[in-house]
């Protein structure tokens, strides 16, 4: 009796609600779920129909790329100095992006990208240099520390959490960020290291990162955890193409001079130079008639062998080409850097005074002892704001509550340390703090 009740039930297709006499066969799925031939055919037809429409493209904008000339003025508003490598800079983004937003890639000859490496001491403008290209370009912009990066599997951070950083500075929009760029700071901290115990333990934080980073300076897909950290196979991860997402590299290179110099005079002993400081034609590709010492670095002669000395595994001196140095800034170019650019930190202080409604003028003289200070402690442009931080400290715990203020004058005295500033009223009267200033040595 059972039987002959189960071989009497009737199953309706989920979908049409056709039956089985009204079709020819039923799929069966989980939960009484069943689907006839007839609406398989009509979900494939719709499959391939939006295989045939051709994906768009999100965050990808088409506009116009601005010249090499262009950009280089606009990070003149930015950046003090550095003219060649402004000019290197310049080009190599330009054809990257020409490359990139022109869909070059359709062509018969394929154009590899062009990453670019920096080298100059801490405060030369490194990264103030990455982070303006990405403003001129309106594109997304993440900067990584390279000393955080360890080998996969290792305590520390992977390669992809570098692009997890690009994928967030896009709001997620994966094509906006294959657009972007890279900055990787510190990179001469993940050098080859060297040493008695080389053979027997692993490099997991030089060449280990080196060999890591290969894979996504140099283009590929790359499978990044959505929520950082470690990857495990038991998680979906975003898949982002890096062949078009532009990556700098900086670092102060400590020892790369001294390297340059050694084989300058190796170059020139053999050839039979006379020692009087004159570059050989192999320095660089420069001709001997320069006088490399006469020249605040050496860094201008570098040769690709010169970073294999210094620690860098051959494929990643090749996947950056475009090296470009920065020289440390003098006492002339940091005063330039108090006042000239958009964002100068002059400007920044003073329009937060006038936020009290109070002017904020510093003399001539204060910013040349400003900018000796700064060389003094071997920052560069980033020990100008701690030297002015720490002079106006006092002058801005007080000023809120003090009334009558318009106008605090700083002085070369007061950079130094050995007074307060001037403090007038709307009628020019001199207006005492309840403390005295003293600035912390």
Known sequence: ??????????????????????TNRLVAGPGRVFICYECIGACKQVIDQNKSVAPRQVGIRQRKLPVPREISGCLNSYVIGQERAKKIISVAVYNHYKRTWNGSQQSEVEIQKTNILLMGP????????????AKILDVPFAIADATSLTESGYVGEDVENILLRLIQAADWDIAKAEQGIVYIDEIDKIARKEGPNRSITRDVSGEGVQQELLKIVEGCLANVPPQGGRKHPYQEFLQIKTHNILFICGGAFEGLESIIERRITRSSSSLGFK????????????????????TSSVLPYLIPDDLLEYGFIPEMVGRLPVMAHLDALDELALIRVLTEPKNAIVKQYQRLFSMDNVELVFTPKSLEVAASEAIKRKMGARGLRSVIEET???????LPSLKGVQRCIVDADTIKGQGPPALLSASGQSIELPVEIKRLA
């Open 1 to 22: 009796m059972p039987n002959s009740r189960a071989s009497s039930r009737v199953y309706l297709c989920s979908f049409c609600r056709k039956g089985e006499t009204e």
């Open 275 to 294: 020692s009087n400081g004159s570059a050989p034609p192999q320095a660089g590709g420069r001709g001997g008639s320069v006088s490399y010492r006469k």
């Open 392 to 398: 106006l400290l006092d002058v801005m715990y007080e």
């Open 122 to 133: 801490t405060g030369s403008g490194k990264t103030l240099l990455a982070q303006t290209l």
